[in-house]
């Protein structure tokens, strides 16, 4: 029975020894995987070894107080050794463990494509070696919007192969799990070299619709509209391919100097009832454009006096779904300033201004709204009798009541003015 624990125990002994030996084998492999300078390192684990044997034996051979005083003398000459050997290594070690909280320490950097030669070699001129690295990178990040971009512009600006491009900005919109903004930007781009290099207006036009129809309801979506109702016309594209000539005729020098010079004429203003004819004509085409239904608020307001008309024109962009809120602020405050310039009642701008409060909530826009509804009274002008305008001829088509159809063509929502 005693042989058996004593068998036993040596195996016991022996697995620990092992997996102390295993542990010890893998620490140190680990430690020289890390390093930088593995031959440096391997140099100080051998004189390591050395300075420990040699304290080693110094100390098992010393039997007498002399030779154990040398024992001492030893151990602390290999002692220094060793503090000059592993101190510089020890020290970097401790002050590593704080620094990586700041800089992440020894994590590996999170892979990503490095499109920096393919950038070098296009501003070399030379794009197909730029193509061909930033192939390179995709091979290994085939889903890298960055990449694929990247090709799209080579070929569009660099190459003037428009075709080429649209069929890449295909092929990222067929890529599953594309973020909305880049779906928006890629489209977008294809407009602008549409326009750019084509001159097709109704490619461009194309190009955003698909931003709409892919992304309905969406912030990208409403921006699309607004570009699609300021595309550059089609007779200003025409005159850029081929510019017109203007012939200059001679006129008439030094006309202030005659003596019947009476002063140049002022321009004459332009017609508030012609600019309110046109806005609602073209917000009939597009009525999504916001710069035109503010322009036609504000003829509302300032011309006609009617703020019934222009809070409608306002409260109709406020009524589109998903719009930014830097924009709701906007046209609340412009309401507010509205209200205060033409009625001069400082409890209706206020309820206009409260609406910004309960829309944004804990927010700067909120704040900047309860500060200025404490200062409307400083806002009250004296209040001057204006006679209101009446209205034109056109006046059947002011937009007095709205029409909102039923959602669908995409999500689209359309404001009509009667």
């Known amino acids: 029975m005693s042989d058996m624990i004593s068998a036993l125990s040596f195996l016991w002994n022996w697995l620990l020894l092992a997996l102390s030996a295993a542990l010890c084998g893998w620490v140190l492999y680990r430690w020289l995987r890390k390093s930088d300078e593995p031959g440096t390192l391997v140099t100080r684990w051998l004189v390591t070894v050395v300075l420990g044997a040699i304290v080693t034996s110094v100390a098992v051979k010393a039997k007498d107080e002399i030779s154990q005083i040398f024992a001492i003398l030893v151990g602390l000459v290999c002692g220094v050794g060793l503090a000059i050997l592993w101190g510089p290594s020890f020290c970097g070690w401790v002050a590593r463990q704080f620094t990586g909280l700041y800089d992440g320490g020894d994590l590996a950097p999170d892979p990503r494509p490095l499109y920096s030669i393919a950038e070098a070699k296009r501003k070399q001129g ?199 809120a830097k924009q709701v602020v906007h046209w609340l405050n412009m309401l507010a300033d509205l209200q205060i310039r033409v009625t001069g009642d400082a409890n209706l701008a206020r309820q206009t201004l409260q609406r910004i409060v309960g829309r944004f909530p804990k927010t700067a826009a909120a704040e900047n709204a309860r500060h200025r509804m404490a200062q409307l009274n400083l806002e009250l002008r004296p209040k001057q009798t204006t006679q209101t305008v009446k209205l034109g001829a056109y006046e059947d088509k002011l937009g007095l009541n709205r029409n909102h159809p039923s959602e669908g063509g995409g999500g689209q929502s359309a404001f009509q003015s009667r």
């Open 126 to 324: 030379k794009y197909a070696e730029a193509i061909e690295e930033v192939q390179k990178q995709l091979e290994e990040f085939p889903n890298d919007f960055t990449g694929w971009m990247m090709l799209a512009e080579i070929q569009a600006e660099n190459l003037k192969d428009l075709a080429g491009a649209q069929d890449l900005v295909e092929r990222i919109l067929a890529q599953e799990g594309q973020a909305p903004k880049n779906i928006a930007f890629a489209l977008g781009r294809l407009a602008d070299w549409h326009l750019k290099l084509a001159r097709d207006r109704d490619s461009a036009r194309l190009a955003l619709e698909k931003i709409v129809e892919l992304l309905p309801d969406s912030e990208e979506a409403q921006l699309a509209r607004q570009r699609i109702a300021h595309l550059t016309p089609l007779e200003m594209l025409q005159e850029e391919r081929e510019p017109r000539r203007i012939a200059l005729q001679h006129h008439e020098e030094n006309l202030g100097l005659r003596p019947d010079y009476q002063g140049l004429k002022p321009l004459p203003e332009p017609d508030p009832a012609s600019i309110a004819s046109t806005l609602i004509a073209h917000l009939q085409q597009h009525p999504h454009d916001y710069e035109a239904r503010e322009n036609l608020a504000l003829i509302y307001a300032d011309h006609y006096r009617r703020i019934d008309l222009a809070g409608d024109q306002l409260e109709q962009l406020l009524e589109v779904p998903h719009q930014p």
